[in-house]
């Protein structure tokens, strides 16, 4: 007979290794960072406000639980996502924190909903009016998550540049402002701004990993910034 009990336990062992993994708050919002595409450890450490000693032990964990992969380039680690289904476990996760946390309702309402006094953009909304060309798309997100990723035919605008830039954009059509996920504020703020002087604006109502992880089409911008690699001083011997 087959044993049972012992499938169950390896079975549930297995499960509460990924729960073990990401019961941290920093390996959370790495991984979301992650989301984004590629990085270096210094660019997570600066990102998520680590020491690169603390942020390299938390991918350790996270990469011995086989959520990120990563590689090799010279004396520098890279990491990424091992599965797009971790973003969706991500954004389960935030959605039933949502529901069962009182903090997290008014957060998301004082941060995000009051703000935003327009029915965000679906995705699927999106892709239809970007193949009939009229709305414009802005990426909020740094530069160098641009450049490992975005929506087709959007304009990086990185945070801190769009009052300088409000002469490219045109205010006969409505402009679409997307960044990190449902809970980052660049999108947000960005619209505000943008009413504010005006303009006709909306977010996207998840971010670009979300598009990304619906199989929708993405670009690589070879082109644009990377994010930068802070070497480290020689040990003098």
């Known amino acids: 007979m087959p044993d049972h009990r012992h499938l ?9 290794r990924l729960g073990k993994a ?3 708050a920093k390996r959370l919002e790495l991984l979301d960072l992650l989301a984004q595409g ?8 600066g990102e998520a406000a680590l020491t690169i000693t603390n942020a390299s032990a938390h991918l350790a964990a996270l990469h011995a639980a ?5 590689r090799k380039a010279s004396q520098f680690v890279f990491y990424r996502l091992a599965d797009p289904a971790i973003v969706g476990l991500l954004r389960q996760l935030q959605d039933l924190g949502r529901r069962q946390f009182l903090e997290v309702q008014e957060m998301a309402r004082t941060y995000l909903d009051d703000r935003d006094a327009l029915e965000p953009v679906e995705a699927a909304e999106l892709r239809q009016r970007l193949r009939q060309g009229d709305v414009t798309v802005l990426d909020v997100r740094p530069a160098h998550e641009y450049a490992a990723g975005h929506i087709p035919g959007a ?9 300088r830039r409000l002469a490219e954009f045109s205010r006969e059509r409505e402009i679409i ?3 990190r996920g449902p809970y980052c504020v660049f999108a947000v703020e960005a619209v505000e701004a943008l009413r504010h002087r005006g303009y006709r604006a909306r977010r996207l109502r998840n971010g670009f990993p979300d598009w990304r992880a619906s199989g929708y ?3 690589v911008d070879p082109a644009a910034p990377r994010p930068a690699v802070v070497r480290r001083p020689r040990r003098r011997v």
Request: proline share 8%; charged share 25%.
């Open 22 to 24: 990401i019961a941290s």
């Open 8 to 16: 169950k336990d390896t079975l549930y062992e297995s499960w509460a």
């Open 177 to 179: 402002a997307y960044c």
């Open 155 to 163: 304009v990086s605008v990185p945070p801190g540049t769009l009052r």
């Open 66 to 70: 086989r959520l990120i992969d990563r």
């Open 38 to 45: 590629e990085k270096s450890v210094e660019v997570l450490a």
């Open 217 to 219: 089409p993405v670009t």
